[in-house]
């Protein structure tokens, strides 16, 4: 009786090997398929010169300063006595051709941009946040304008080179 019990047991150790084999070779399997899809992958993307194109497309051109000649003067009464703001503006813009296209709007653009400074209250402009919410808007203006009568946004943003309240 002890042969066979002997007998029975070396089968079991067989099942368990084959299972153990049967298990690394899956996670082999899984491995090279991983591996292989990784490279697959890799490479049909290398291959592709389009993204890099768009890249190049992408990349932002230099910036082009135009500053807006004379300064704006506004007239504010505040408490029965006069007050002023003087202000200059920059135009940032990253083409010089469009631009070009967009000074033949500048009556247009500083009639508006004095109507708004006109419009102002002198004690919001007294504060940091009051000054940058008008350079927003003195922005959308310009853009304002500049959609109408080009079509496309000129300028990225108007910058304040001197603000005076006094």
């Known amino acids: 009786m002890a042969k066979s019990d002997d007998a029975a ?3 079991a150790g067989k099942g368990k090997l084959k299972l153990i084999l049967l298990i690394v070779l899956g996670l082999l399997l899984a491995i ?14 290398a291959s592709k010169p389009a993204p890099a194109a768009e890249a190049a497309t992408n990349v932002k051109q230099p910036a082009i300063f135009e ?30 051709a ?9 009556p247009v653009i500083r009639n508006n941009l004095v109507m708004l400074f ?3 209250s002198f004690d919001s402009l007294a504060t940091p946040v009051g000054q940058e919410m008008l350079r927003q808007k003195v922005t959308a203006s310009v853009q304002e304008v500049a959609q109408k009568e080009l ?4 300028v990225e943003q108007a910058l304040f080179t001197n603000f005076v309240l006094q």
């Open 9 to 11: 047991t070396p089968p």
């Open 32 to 45: 090279g398929a991983s591996v292989g899809g990784t490279w697959y992958i890799m490479h049909s993307s």
């Open 67 to 96: 500053q807006m000649l004379p300064a704006f003067v506004a007239n504010y009464n505040q408490n029965g006595r006069q007050r002023y703001l003087q202000v200059s503006i920059t135009l940032l813009a990253r083409n010089q």
């Open 98 to 106: 469009d631009l070009d296209a967009l000074k033949v709007h500048m």
């Open 118 to 120: 006109s419009g102002q």
């Open 151 to 154: 079509g496309k946004v000129v």
